[in-house]
């Protein structure tokens, strides 16, 4: 295996990988009883007290080095099956496909459940329930579980359980020492007890230890102050009758009463909704109501906690959302709306361009990941901004121009496109030598220019920085939720396409981050003009009223645009989203005319990047306050 990082043979973080393209190749050699009868699993881990999978990962690829060299055929093919297991991204958002790819790109792909299916699932299963570190217990039982062998999903359960006790009493060391919380680290392991035991219990009952734990973990959340986690395992709590709902709602209002000044609104506000939906099960209507007034309320203050008046009109908008559907606050509701149209009135003049400076940006890729290797979570998010900011048009402009008038053959004659069955979709005008080019002339040469500055980008920037950013950590959708919530780019309803969406572009599922993000945008750009006391829409003849598309906000409300996010990115938008012939890839998406490889070009890659950057750049100046201590919070110990 090559020393260098980012070698195209590496693996991440000796997560083993598999060729994708004609049915691929095994990812291991088939491990039987006899052969883990001869490496002692349960020695090798006594005593490591860590429980996230990153030290699992670690400490096995580690034991694969030295089977190289001592010549141990046995035990390096059961490190290998073990890191595959391992190396496997548990996400409890997703209830019919937990675990997901930890890594991907257009070829290559590391492990899924389904690949240890059959005989190997029946030894693991079988294996399961005598081994002592929980994390490593849970994923034997789990995998075996998840492709078939359901005698597993008990040792699953009772290992998950395990693993949060250990977090929630303090006897788990964390991966993060620095990071007090742990509280966080409870939640997704007993989201998946939840979803294991609805497939093999009783209904209405659960396994044990579940029981036990969820209350004990409810407990520490509790004393721990922990916001998010109160709310998400007060929500199990509930479902499951395990705590009388009086006494939830009382233990919930109580939290949020007393929040202190600095305490995040957004976590404040989750308290108060768990509250109401307390109140609610136990049958006080008033009681539940008046918490979820309170808990609008939390969203109307995060309109002190921003500076920008188109912030300020994000969160008065959303407020007022709140309050429409709650019903019976008229005087808010009038309220609400008159503060937003005083801030759609002064939000224009203060968008504009910004930047992120990011050291090495013009280095190799190797400097990148070092670089990004050595970043907290928080920090590799915000810096990956970087990578996304757009040329300068007048430059860009300037060069091609200076190209142009150097080689002047090359431009008499205009260029024509094909698409893939070798239709003519497009032309390119020519160019005199004496003649001033048109918009479309600059556009059409200016997205050739930029093909190497992208593959450069994609290649030496983005890439390896986000391969270095996932041998950390497991990027998943509550990484990315503190982020969307925040973000004045995105409507209300949308958080949750957004996260998903950017929980897939970090991990390299390039194909379906196009799929979610880029339809995303046309609406965000309406909402960010409707913010800015723009209205986009359109009225027919027969009065109904309709949105305009990408095309119609591009050009007749371009300059409203270039006003709220600079020149340049709306140049971008049009020339890889809109503009032939360029990519065109919102039009071509639409239409499913993107082949597989495509999803994984430089133009594709760079678009979901754009939105991202999109995303983040109403919110960085509120990074420190707002988004750094969430991430943190949820980073405290790692992921099983």
Not at 98 to 109: C, D, I, M, V, Y
Not at 216 to 243: E, K, M, N, S, W
Request: proline share 5%; hydrophobic share 40%; net charge negative.
């Amino acid at each position: 295996m090559s020393d260098d990082p980012m070698d195209s043979t590496d693996d991440n973080d000796g997560d083993p990988v598999v060729d994708n393209v004609n049915g691929g190749q095994p990812l291991y050699d088939p491990v039987s009883r006899e052969d883990f009868a001869a490496v002692d699993l349960d020695t090798l881990t006594a005593d490591l007290r860590r429980l996230d999978r990153h030290s699992l990962v670690d400490l096995f690829w580690g034991k694969i080095k030295d089977t190289q060299d001592t010549g141990d055929a046995v035990a390096e093919r059961v490190y290998r099956l073990v890191s595959s297991l391992i190396g496997l991204h548990l996400r409890v958002e997703a209830e019919g496909d937990p675990f997901g790819l930890q890594w991907q790109s257009e070829t290559r792909r590391t492990a899924l459940p389904h690949d240890f299916r059959g005989d190997q699932s029946e030894v693991l299963a079988d294996l399961a329930p005598t081994i002592g570190h929980p994390t490593l217990r849970a994923r034997f039982a789990d995998v075996a579980y998840e492709t078939g062998v359901r005698r597993a999903g008990r040792t699953a359960i009772e290992a998950y359980c395990e693993v949060a006790r250990r977090f929630a009493d303090g006897s788990a060391e964390l991966q993060f020492p620095e990071m007090e919380t742990r509280a966080m680290d409870c939640v997704k392991p007993l989201e998946r007890c939840f979803m294991i035991n609805a497939r093999i219990a009783k209904r209405g009952t659960l396994v044990e230890p579940l029981p036990e734990t969820v209350r004990f973990a409810f407990a520490h959340a509790l004393d721990a102050r922990a916001y998010f986690p109160l709310t998400q395992i007060g929500r199990r709590v509930l479902q499951a009758r395990l705590i009388p709902a009086d006494e939830v709602a009382a233990a919930a209002a109580d939290l949020a009463a007393s929040a202190l000044p600095n305490d995040y609104c957004l976590a404040v506000k989750e308290c108060w909704q768990l509250a109401a939906d307390a109140y609610d099960r136990a049958g006080d209507a008033e009681a539940s109501r008046e918490a979820s007034i309170k808990a609008i309320e939390q969203t109307f203050a995060m309109v002190d906690s921003v500076s920008q008046s188109s912030a300020k009109a994000h969160w008065v908008k959303e407020t007022l959302r709140e309050f429409r559907a709650l019903g019976g606050v008229p005087e808010r509701v009038t309220e609400m709306r008159r503060r937003l149209r005083e801030l759609q009135d002064m939000s224009l003049d203060e968008f504009g361009s910004f930047a992120v400076p990011l050291d090495g940006i013009d280095e190799l890729r190797v400097k990148t990941f070092d670089e990004f290797k050595a970043l907290s979570l928080s920090d590799a998010m915000r810096a990956m901004v970087g990578f996304s900011i757009p040329d300068d048009v007048e430059e860009l402009k300037a060069a091609v121009l200076k190209q142009s008038r150097e080689f002047p053959l090359s431009n008499m004659f205009g260029a024509s496109y094909a698409d893939h069955e070798g239709r003519e979709v497009a032309r390119g005008p020519s160019l005199d030598s004496q003649e001033e080019p048109s918009e479309a002339w600059y556009k059409e040469h200016g997205i050739r220019h930029l093909g190497i500055t992208r593959r450069y980008r994609v290649h030496g920037n983005i890439e390896p920085a986000r391969q270095a950013v996932l041998e950390r950590y497991s990027v998943n959708e509550q990484h990315l939720l503190p982020i969307v919530q925040l973000s004045s780019f995105i409507p209300a309803g949308h958080h949750h396409i957004f996260s998903i969406g950017f929980a897939r572009l970090w991990q390299g599922d390039y194909a379906t981050a196009t799929h979610l993000l880029i339809p995303q945008i046309e609406n965000s750009l309406r909402h960010i003009l409707q913010m800015a006391g723009r209205d986009a829409s359109k009225i027919e003849e027969d009065g109904i009223e309709g949105d305009r598309p990408l095309n119609v906000l591009l050009t007749f409300y371009r300059a409203d645009l270039e006003a709220i996010l600079d020149k340049n990115i709306v140049w971008q938008i049009d020339s890889l989203l809109n503009f032939r012939p360029g990519p065109a890839l919102r039009n071509e998406l639409a239409h499913g005319k993107l082949t597989w490889s495509e999803f994984y070009a430089d133009e594709a890659i760079i678009a979901c990047w754009m939105v991202y950057m999109l995303t983040l750049a109403p919110i960085l100046r509120y990074w420190d306050g707002h988004v750094a201590p969430a991430l943190e919070a949820m980073t405290s110990s790692g992921e099983i």
